[in-house]
């Protein structure tokens, strides 16, 4: 079965930053694009990021561009979320999958960002 695990997340400053770990499983993960999404509280699911199979192209959310950077590590069957300058509206769960055939979402990792 595919499936994701998510971690990294935590309280933030605004204006601090994080690094969110994505590994995947059950897949061969170098063969698949992957993306990381967004969901806060009393709102849907939404895209941050995304990254080609080789790393080669990424994309970003308008509201994340410049801020946040995306990334994969195809050996350890890892994806990253590198989050800097923080913002409040970047306060929600985090999760990753394949954009394209999806496979179970994991339980995210919480993102707060507070003072």
């Known amino acids: 079965q595919v499936r994701f695990v998510e971690s990294g997340g935590g309280l933030v400053q605004p204006g601090g930053a994080l690094r969110l770990s994505c590994v995947g499983s059950?897949?061969?993960?170098?063969?698949?694009?992957m993306s990381w999404y967004r969901q806060a509280p009393g709102k849907e699911r939404e895209f941050v990021a995304f990254i080609s199979s080789t790393g080669s192209m990424t994309t970003y959310d308008e509201s994340v561009k410049g801020r946040f950077t995306i990334s994969r590590d195809n050996g350890m069957n890892t994806a990253y979320l590198q989050m800097n300058s923080l913002k409040p509206e970047d306060t929600a769960v985090y999760y990753c999958n394949r954009p394209v055939e999806p496979g179970y979402w994991g339980q995210g990792t919480q993102v707060t960002v507070s003072s």
């Open positions: 059950g897949f061969t993960f170098s063969g698949f694009s």
